[in-house]
């Protein structure tokens, strides 16, 4: 069982910046797959962003340009840079980690990112 920490989330002016980090409690070297998904009040659950091992990263067409995602396996860290932030940002944000084989999926408990006009 491994536990995923979301931090960073809070409260920024349109413009800013926030980096998101998900701590996991245990190694992240095996998981295949692993991003943010976003919830914004009374709308869908979408992806906004995932990196593949191997380093492939793919993107929502609505953060490509403003949000990088890295992961550190050495300190089991995902992270997801966001710049040039937009009140249609607001969500709550939830780290994921995916295993392919057999699959199996971990979500943390998400982090709230309010941008203000």
């Known amino acids: 069982q491994v536990q995923l920490v979301e931090s960073g989330g809070g409260l920024v002016q349109a413009g800013g910046s926030l980096r998101l980090s998900c701590a996991a409690s245990?190694?992240?070297?095996?998981?295949?797959?692993m991003g943010w998904y976003r919830q914004a009040l009374g709308k869908q659950r979408e992806l906004v962003a995932r990196?593949?091992?191997?380093?492939?990263?793919n993107y929502a067409d609505s953060v490509k340009g403003r949000f990088t995602i890295s992961r550190d396996n050495a300190k089991n860290t995902v992270y997801l840079q966001m710049n040039g932030l937009k009140p249609e940002d607001t969500a709550v944000y939830y780290c994921?980690?995916?295993?392919?084989?057999?699959?199996?999926?971990?979500w943390g408990q998400g982090t709230q990112v309010t941008v203000s006009s």
């Open positions: 990196i593949i091992s191997g380093g492939s990263t």
């Open positions: 245990g190694s992240i070297s095996r998981f295949n797959d």
């Open positions: 994921y980690a995916h295993h392919w084989l057999p699959p199996y999926d971990y």
